[in-house]
């Protein structure tokens, strides 16, 4: 207990410490797009800031990109070898006319089969029968949908059917179509699926020597004129309420995107490749970690709260938080706040998530993890964490802290990036210096020890009984013969 009390208050030094970044001016969000569309909106999937939207939380019927949700669902309660048997309700409870793999009452496919001909081909029948497998009942799974949708932080959604036939109660936005393809997108199933050019299905009543099937995304299709490059995946829709409808999955120089287009009028490719061109020309995605240098491991030399940092693991930030800025960003205007609020899915050493701010916008998230204290500690309790926050917003807001470890606020240090710069000339500069002297010193150090050797020589070939001075002697006669003649030949040229 006493080490946990004491990593509360290292932790509430080393925050109080680093108070918020001060913002410099946040400068403008790149805005250069506009599409036809009534709705849509572009993210980015790694950190899910919005680049791009319009109308994002007006309803509207989404048609078939209904299917992104069914297909996840189905994902996370099913295996891929399972049996699915198409009922009689599957199959001719659709809307006449309506896309259709060519299944048939008492077909048996697998769910890999499925999921395969309600992505590929958008086959209703499909649809169906997969609720039927995995909710017991078309009514039972648009249960799961509206739960699942509530978890990934939808609020302007309902579905009332898996397939996303017409249906006045059948709705959402596109923002929450972008929360629903973002959680798609880290299925590597889903995506493995979705991704596919083409796939066999397998001997069916309808089609005794089975049938090959083929994506209706065309962006991508490379031998179509939508092609995208880039693009990874996605969903189209279409229906009589909806218009055209549109997701779509694309990622260039390691950034996701994910964009979404509701009632489009015969648009969507044309309004989707304007959103993805303005979020791959405009923005990148950076590492937190990389970004962001506050919450570094506390050095081990370091006594805090009587406790050595060497027993208490470093603060850092989890790998996978990032940010998405504009390229013409200044890093200075992105703000930071610390919550300890966090969702069911944070990592289990998390302890807080650190939210970077471009003036309103939210443009990422990271968060702040440690490891065990010690292989015997208990984890630490929600009360205690409940203690160190307050603790923490007292240091913020510039009250007297009550416990022992407060420190008064202090100002946030910046060292312009030209001193940098100049030490690591500097550096550069000492370097080859000591690089010069070394090979000058080697190179003396050479030249004597070859004079000393031709020296030992000339005494070895003159004799026992001669001294250094009369080598001397001897070499300066020498040296004084031979420049004698130089000079003679030299006036004997002249005219």
């Given at each position: 207990?006493?080490?946990?009390?004491?990593?509360?208050?290292?932790?509430?030094?080393?925050?109080?410490?680093?108070?918020?970044?001060?913002?410099?001016?946040?400068?403008?969000?790149?805005?250069?797009?506009?599409?036809?569309?009534?709705?849509?909106?572009?993210?980015?999937?790694?950190?899910?800031?919005?680049?791009?939207?319009?109308?994002?939380?007006?309803?509207?019927?989404?048609?078939?990109?209904?299917?992104?949700?069914?297909?996840?669902?189905?994902?996370?309660?099913?295996?891929?070898?399972?049996?699915?048997?198409?009922?009689?309700?599957?199959?001719?409870?659709?809307?006449?006319?309506?896309?259709?793999?060519?299944?048939?009452?008492?077909?048996?496919?697998?769910?890999?089969?499925?999921?395969?001909?309600?992505?590929?081909?958008?086959?209703?029948?499909?649809?169906?029968?997969?609720?039927?497998?995995?909710?017991?009942?078309?009514?039972?799974?648009?249960?799961?949908?509206?739960?699942?949708?509530?978890?990934?932080?939808?609020?302007?959604?309902?579905?009332?059917?898996?397939?996303?036939?017409?249906?006045?109660?059948?709705?959402?936005?596109?923002?929450?179509?972008?929360?629903?393809?973002?959680?798609?997108?880290?299925?590597?199933?889903?995506?493995?699926?979705?991704?596919?050019?083409?796939?066999?299905?397998?001997?069916?009543?309808?089609?005794?020597?089975?049938?090959?099937?083929?994506?209706?995304?065309?962006?991508?299709?490379?031998?179509?004129?939508?092609?995208?490059?880039?693009?990874?995946?996605?969903?189209?829709?279409?229906?009589?309420?909806?218009?055209?409808?549109?997701?779509?999955?694309?990622?260039?120089?390691?950034?996701?995107?994910?964009?979404?287009?509701?009632?489009?009028?015969?648009?969507?490719?044309?309004?989707?490749?304007?959103?993805?061109?303005?979020?791959?020309?405009?923005?990148?995605?950076?590492?937190?970690?990389?970004?962001?240098?506050?919450?570094?491991?506390?050095?081990?030399?370091?006594?805090?709260?009587?406790?050595?940092?060497?027993?208490?693991?470093?603060?850092?930030?989890?790998?996978?938080?990032?940010?998405?800025?504009?390229?013409?960003?200044?890093?200075?205007?992105?703000?930071?706040?610390?919550?300890?609020?966090?969702?069911?899915?944070?990592?289990?050493?998390?302890?807080?998530?650190?939210?970077?701010?471009?003036?309103?916008?939210?443009?990422?998230?990271?968060?702040?993890?440690?490891?065990?204290?010690?292989?015997?500690?208990?984890?630490?309790?929600?009360?205690?964490?409940?203690?160190?926050?307050?603790?923490?917003?007292?240091?913020?807001?510039?009250?007297?802290?009550?416990?022992?470890?407060?420190?008064p606020e202090r100002a946030p240090f910046y060292i312009p990036p030209i001193v940098f710069i100049a030490l690591g000339i500097a550096i550069l500069l000492a370097a080859l210096f000591a690089v010069f002297v070394a090979i000058r010193s080697y190179q003396e150090k050479k030249e004597a020890e070859a004079r000393m050797r031709r020296r030992q020589k000339r005494m070895s070939r003159m004799g026992d009984g001669v001294s250094a001075a009369d080598i001397d002697l001897e070499m300066e006669r020498r040296r004084n013969y031979y420049t004698s003649r130089r000079s003679h030949r030299r006036n004997r040229r002249r005219p």
């Open positions: 207990m006493k080490k946990i009390i004491s990593f509360l208050l290292c932790l509430t030094l080393v925050l109080s410490l680093c108070p918020p970044r001060e913002s410099r001016a946040a400068g403008e969000w790149p805005e250069n797009v506009s599409i036809e569309a009534e709705g849509g909106i572009v993210i980015d999937a790694s950190t899910g800031a919005i680049l791009y939207g319009k109308n994002i939380h007006t309803p509207y019927y989404p048609a078939s990109i209904t299917k992104i949700l069914t297909a996840l669902i189905v994902l996370e309660n099913c295996s891929l070898d399972e049996m699915v048997t198409f009922s009689h309700n599957a199959v001719y409870n659709v809307e006449a006319g309506s896309t259709s793999a060519g299944l048939d009452e008492g077909d048996v496919l697998s769910v890999r089969d499925c999921l395969y001909a309600m992505l590929l081909k958008s086959a209703n029948e499909a649809a169906n029968a997969l609720a039927e497998h995995t909710g017991g009942s078309i009514e039972g799974f648009a249960d799961m949908m509206n739960a699942k949708a509530k978890e990934l932080g939808c609020e302007d959604s309902h579905f009332a059917n898996p397939s996303g036939l017409n249906n006045e109660d059948h709705y959402t936005s596109a923002y929450d179509m972008a929360l629903i393809g973002r959680a798609a997108l880290q299925n590597e199933t889903f995506m493995k699926i979705d991704s596919t050019l083409y796939y066999d299905l397998p001997v069916t009543k309808r089609n005794p020597e089975g049938g090959r099937i083929y994506p209706g995304h065309k962006m991508l299709k490379k031998n179509m004129p939508e092609y995208y490059e880039g693009c990874i995946g996605g969903k189209t829709g279409y229906t009589s309420l909806a218009g055209n409808t549109l997701v779509t999955f694309a990622e260039r120089n390691g950034t996701r995107l994910v964009s979404v287009i509701l009632n489009g009028h015969q648009s969507h490719y044309r309004d989707t490749k304007a959103l993805l061109d303005f979020g791959f020309e405009n923005f990148q995605t950076v590492k937190a970690s990389d970004f962001d240098k506050t919450f570094t491991p506390v050095s081990n030399d370091m006594i805090i709260a009587g406790l050595p940092a060497a027993e208490l693991s470093g603060l850092q930030l989890d790998p996978a938080g990032a940010l998405t800025l504009p390229l013409s960003c200044d890093p200075a205007s992105v703000t930071s706040r610390l919550t300890y609020d966090l969702a069911e899915n944070a990592p289990s050493e998390a302890i807080a998530r650190i939210d970077y701010m471009w003036g309103d916008r939210n443009v990422g998230s990271a968060y702040l993890t440690m490891n065990t204290i010690d292989a015997g500690s208990a984890p630490i309790p929600a009360e205690m964490l409940a203690e160190i926050q307050d603790i923490t917003l007292q240091a913020e807001s510039g009250a007297e802290p009550s416990s022992a470890a407060a420190q």
